[in-house]
């Protein structure tokens, strides 16, 4: 059996090798055979905004359905107390962006069930939902009506992530599948997944959330967008929405799960789905490195929501 080596070894063999090296080798597509990403400092390009954020995540047992109740006999607090530690990361790394990309920033949390008050209190600039765990038909079916309701009429501009993106999708009546294309109820547990990073297609290079991308001389975008209409993004999920619902464009979209983006702009809304998590930017790594903190790696997602932002500030205008 093999000691290992001390850390302080490690690190020191890593860097004689690298200076021995006669030169990086070449990374294949779609880096365009660059074995470098191009460094952009962090900004702070939009002077005000006013976001508000919701919780999609469940809290207490008034946020359950009677399926839940059921099938969770026994286990039911042990779940909640997941969500809830899930939810709290979850409205942490978005309100993290908020503050990180916005001079002058101003925000609110709030649960899925409280949207439609909070809005008419708060009168935010943009709505950012955060991602979900358990299945919607483990909701108090009221709330999902009513944010159905409200999503539906809401002409304040919306970001969707993850599980909310699946839930607007649905709201606009859309269905939901396994990524094996299976329904929900018949494989709660075991379901394949797409997991950490993974590639996306952009389908419409146009859309105004992806502005820069088909300009060679720009430094926002890497050259893997560019070139070849690639996003970078850090997934984890094992529901999918299947099909575009009605009203929206596709945007992205990748072999395990066709639908990664969409976007609906008409009827005087601008909402913007994403199945991929591209809140994952400002996680602090040097205070609890997890795969989940990379600031640098998430670029990517941290332009599209630094766009989206900016989209929704002139959506209001």
Request: some cysteine; proline content about 4%; glycine content about 4%.
């Amino acid at each position: 059996m093999m000691c290992p080596k001390p850390v302080s070894t490690e690190i020191s063999d890593m860097y004689d090798a690298v200076s021995k090296a006669p030169e990086a080798e070449s990374l294949p597509f779609p880096y365009t055979n660059n074995s470098f990403c191009h460094y952009e400092p962090i900004e702070k390009r939009i002077e005000h905004a006013k976001v508000l954020i919701v919780n999609d995540l469940l809290r207490y047992e008034s946020d359950l359905s009677d399926l839940a109740r059921e099938e969770w006999n026994g286990t039911t607090r042990s779940k909640l107390e997941f969500e809830n530690f899930v939810s709290g990361m979850a409205c942490n790394n978005i309100a993290k962006n908020v503050i990180r990309l916005v001079q002058n920033p101003k925000t609110m949390t709030v649960h899925l069930s409280e949207v439609a008050d909070a809005v008419e209190q708060f009168r935010p600039d943009a709505i950012v939902m955060s991602g979900t765990f358990a299945d919607f038909d483990y909701y108090n079916p009221k709330h999902i009506a009513d944010f159905k309701d409200f999503v539906l009429e809401t002409k304040v501009p919306i970001l969707a992530i993850c599980g909310a993106h699946q839930l607007v999708a649905m709201s606009f009546g859309a269905n939901l599948k396994t990524l094996d294309d299976l329904e929900l109820s018949e494989k709660r547990t075991g379901r394949i997944v797409e997991y950490q990073y993974r590639f996306i297609k952009i389908v419409d290079k146009n859309d105004p959330i992806f502005e820069g991308n088909d300009d060679k001389r720009s430094g926002i975008w890497q050259d893997y967008t560019k070139d070849d209409d690639i996003l970078r993004v850090w997934q984890n999920h094992g529901v999918q929405v299947e099909g575009v619902p009605s009203g929206f464009k596709l945007l992205a979209t990748s072999y395990l799960c066709k639908n990664q983006m969409m976007v609906k702009r008409n009827d005087g809304q601008l909402i913007y789905c994403v199945q991929f998590h591209l809140e994952k930017s400002f996680e602090d790594w040097r205070k609890n490195p997890t795969r989940w903190e990379h600031q640098n790696e998430s670029r990517d997602g941290r332009i599209l929501f630094e766009n989206f932002l900016k989209l929704a500030l002139e959506h209001n205008t």
